[in-house]
């Protein structure tokens, strides 16, 4: 079932001069029109400035097209009486944790959502409980937002979005403050939800390696969408990569090379496992 | 420096003092400063000191993290005795050059120290002890009378919380940028006045860049999580008054009464000291 | 003969809590000139407190650091002159800009450093061809994108040119072109110009790629420092340090297992692709 639906959708960002005046216009997003069916699992590539953050944001009405079409669940963005409707549908967590933590504690900050949706208590605290358990930060319950650790920070913001139980995830960026083994820890959760719950989750992320949990690759240069593929296909258009100024996984790339030389490789591996297989 | 500011940093601690109603801690911060300023005789510093004892103590809070904010105000605080010292008419004890000092000056300089100290160490302890959102919770319901007025009562509580949770934020990220700096070669310690505010511009600009994006940021994070001004929002934790906070209400009303009683004991004992001094 | 020597270096904050725990707990080691160092481990294991000592902006609770052979805590040393000597560049240096142009941002150092304006403006244009970025030199900073902003970060360290060269995490948000040309401008000037060059990575292929010498940190101790394959390879002390191995590494013992036994020396990108070509 499609339940997002975008039809070439624009975004131009007005830029003033200093009477706030408007000059020109800066395209920031060019004609996309894309599909998502509900519990995919999407993952969205691009250098910074590709217009990655600015289009997720079109998603949940943030940002409004300047023409074309966003609609979601059947709702379009630009109807602001579907605007909390909306937002209820989409959880979206940004790159900055420091930046969407509103209260000073941890329990506070998570129900914030919900107090704005006007939750009563018990079923906030039941739902605070819940979501912190996912992310196994139960213990951080009362906790001061600002003594957390940023990996810590981002798993709070995290819950926030969890506990409102939209069946629309964004993550822009999640993992950005996180260590390796925090963060391959952090996107089991985020699979396991899409697996179990069905929830569709979309992904952007500047480490290329995370591409391997996603259903879709979109690769984003310059506001456009220059790839929508699977993971294993889209390591395979190095060209492609170039343009967007990506740098293949280090097993992909190594693969890559070995294949050009005749060795048995499909040059598109993910891990040491499948690279090394070719010597067996 | 930077790092002493206390203001809006929240201790955490379990004590009578964190678990009151913040109603009820913004009303007796409110009762103490009121207090310090009627206070005329040793008496009522006597009392005023006691009370404050009794709230650090009971509070749990280590002493030294509590004076840290006065180390900030230590300029202002000798400014303010050195004018008092020195700018107050009446009967001359010292006079060293065109600097006199009178007797009157002397009293009211140690007064507006205590008031000064004590008035900084007592909301010290008010948001040591209470988080930022509890304490515009406290604010929001305590004001609550004031919707009548179309006053956005809860719109300015919800700014003065994420104010509140910014300071610490914006502290550390001074930090960083003074030390981003630093390695470029500026200095903010040395050189005269002009020159040491002409070096804080290349601290002020990316602090300002930065909060300005923080702000933007914080603004899109709110609304995706349903944020909505006309909204009618729910508290994950309703401010409830419990036995200890009525208890206390009555505690506060009987220093106030105390306080005010000084202002009539007149013992020959007192003002033979006051003469003295 | 070692430029930088860090002498049992103990740190703790000041936090009025008898638990106070050292951030950096008797850290030794010492760094010789053309060293090319990588500092690794988790987020808070003391990594950027560590940088931050070596030019002097923080003092050691106890322990010493000698520059050339003399202490830098020496009552009457010359901080900020050492600063002209030991450049840091901090995690998003794009927050330190502040002037009203690129040029200008660039010189700022160079002309606390002492140079005439003229010498000073001239060597910053230098610094931004290095960068490539010598047509932005009279636009406003804040007008640039990201990328192009921390390039001018960059140049106005590099303009003082440094003895001793530290960076803290400095490819995050850059794409990988500009990555790649980033490495490579370092270690141009590590060869040519003997610059010794210290970096914060959280890339343990990029440690192996560019590195000759590594230091792990964990909790504020040092467990271990020495040539990156050493280090990287020691199962204990990278379980310790709770982090994974280069793929390198990973390859090399899968390979062991498989019976063929690479040069341990040899396993920089390049190198490694040239020893499994050979393997038939």
């Known amino acids: 079932m499609e339940n997002i639906s975008i039809k070439n959708l624009i975004v131009d960002f007005d830029i003033t001069n200093e009477e706030n005046e ?86 506070e900050d998570v129900a914030f959502g919900m107090e704005n949706l006007g939750f009563e208590s018990e079923e906030m605290d039941k739902r605070i409980d819940e979501s912190l358990n996912i992310l196994g930060i139960k213990d951080s319950r009362y906790s001061q937002t600002n003594k957390l650790s940023g990996g810590q920070k981002q798993k709070v913001s ?22 390796k083994n925090g963060r391959i820890d952090l996107l089991n959760k985020v699979y396991e939800l899409n697996k179990n719950q069905k929830i569709t989750v979309i992904l952007i992320s500047h480490y290329i390696e995370e591409i391997k949990y996603a259903d879709r690759v979109l690769v984003m240069n310059n506001g456009k969408i220059i790839n929508d593929d699977t993971p294993k296909n889209t390591v395979l258009k190095e060209e492609i990569l170039l343009e967007a100024g990506i740098e293949l996984p280090y097993i992909t790339k190594l693969s890559k090379l070995l294949k050009e030389k005749g060795k048995n490789l499909k040059g598109n591996e993910f891990t040491v496992k499948e690279l090394c297989q070719f010597l067996k | 420096m930077i790092r002493d500011i206390t203001l809006g940093q929240y201790y955490k601690k379990d004590s009578i003092v964190h678990s009151l109603d913040p109603r009820v801690k ?99 302890i ?49 930090d960083k940028i003074m030390n981003a700096q630093m390695s470029r070669g500026a200095d903010f310690e040395h050189g005269n006045i002009i020159e040491k505010a002409k070096s804080l511009i290349p601290l002020l600009i990316p602090l300002f860049v930065s909060a300005f994006k923080r702000a933007n940021d914080l603004a899109y994070a709110m609304e995706s999580r349903c944020y909505s001004s006309d909204a009618i929002r729910t508290k994950l934790r309703p401010l409830k008054y419990k036995k200890i906070d009525y208890m206390t209400y009555a505690y506060l009303l009987l220093y106030i009464i105390l306080i005010f009683l000084t202002r009539y004991i007149k013992i020959d004992g007192i003002i033979k000291f006051e003469r003295f001094l | 003969m070692s430029i930088l020597e860090v002498k049992n270096l103990k740190y703790q904050y000041n936090n009025y809590e008898k638990t106070s725990k050292y951030v950096l707990d008797d850290v030794s080691f010492s760094i010789d000139e053309k060293d090319f160092v990588a500092i690794i481990g988790k987020s808070g294991s003391g990594k950027s407190t560590l940088i931050s000592h070596l030019n002097g902006l923080y003092k050691a609770t106890s322990g010493d650091i000698l520059y050339n052979g003399s202490s830098i805590y020496r009552k009457d040393y010359n901080l900020t002159g050492l600063r002209f000597k030991i450049g840091v560049v901090f995690q998003y240096p794009e ?6 142009t690129v040029i200008d941002d660039v ?128 199962e204990e002390i990278m379980k310790n340090a709770d982090l994974d191995m280069p793929y390198a590494i990973q390859i090399f013992n899968d390979l062991k297992i498989k019976g063929y036994n690479l040069d341990t020396n040899k396993l920089k990108f390049n190198e490694l692709y040239n020893q499994m070509l050979d393997i038939n």
Request: with cysteine.
């Open chain 2, 126 to 174: 008010l948001t040591l002890t209470t988080t930022p959102s509890k304490l515009t919770d406290g604010l929001e319901k305590g004001l609550s009378f004031l919707k009548v007025f179309k006053v956005p009562v809860a719109e300015i509580a919800l700014m003065m919380s994420i104010a509140l949770r910014f300071i610490p934020i914006l502290i550390e990220e001074v």
């Open chain 1, 158 to 179: 995290l819950a926030g979005i969890l506990c409102l139980k939209s069946k629309i995830l964004v993550l822009d960026e999640p993992t950005s403050m996180i260590d």
């Open chain 3, 107 to 234: 010189a700022f150092g160079a002309i606390k450093k002492g140079l005439s304006k003229d010498e000073a403006y001239k060597k910053s244009e230098e610094i931004l061809k290095l960068f490539e970025i010598e047509q932005l030199k009279n636009e406003s900073p804040f007008n640039l994108s990201g990328g192009e902003k921390r390039k001018v970060a960059f140049a106005g360290i590099f303009v003082m040119e440094p003895e001793i060269l530290i960076f803290d995490e400095p490819d995050a948000g850059l794409d990988a072109t500009s990555k790649t040309n980033f490495y490579n401008l370092i270690k141009k000037l590590n060869e040519e110009k003997d610059t010794t060059i210290i970096f914060i990575t959280h890339n343990l292929d990029d440690v192996m790629e560019y590195a000759n010498k590594v230091i792990v940190l964990n909790e504020g101790k040092l467990l271990k420092i020495g040539k990156p394959y050493e280090v990287l390879s020691d």
């Open chain 2, 26 to 124: 913004l009303v007796a911060t409110l009762v103490f400063l009121v207090s310090l300023f009627i206070s005329t005789n040793i008496f009522a510093y006597l009392f005023a000191t006691i009370f404050l004892i009794i709230a650090i103590y009971m509070c749990r809070v280590p002493f030294k993290f509590i004076i840290r904010g006065l180390k900030s105000l230590l300029i202002l605080l000798l400014i303010s005795i050195f004018f008092n010292l020195f700018l107050t008419p009446g009967k001359i004890v010292l006079s060293l050059g065109i600097f006199k000092i009178t007797k009157e000056g002397i009293i009211i300089a140690i007064k507006m120290a205590i008031r000064l100290i004590y008035l900084v160490i007592g909301s010290s």
């Open chain 1, 22 to 107: 408007i000059i020109s216009k800066k395209r920031v997003i060019d004609d996309i029109s894309l599909s998502i069916n509900e519990g995919e699992f999407i993952c969205i590539i691009g250098k910074n400035g590709s217009g990655k953050s600015t289009f997720v944001k079109c998603l949940n009405a943030l940002i409004l097209p300047s023409s074309g079409d966003v609609t979601i669940y059947g709702m379009n963005t630009k109807d602001e009486s579907n605007l909390i409707n909306i937002r209820r549908n989409i959880g979206m967590a940004f790159q900055n944790p420091d930046n969407q933590i509103v209260a000073s504690i941890v329990e």
């Open chain 3, 95 to 100: 927050y330190q800009l502040f002037s009203e």
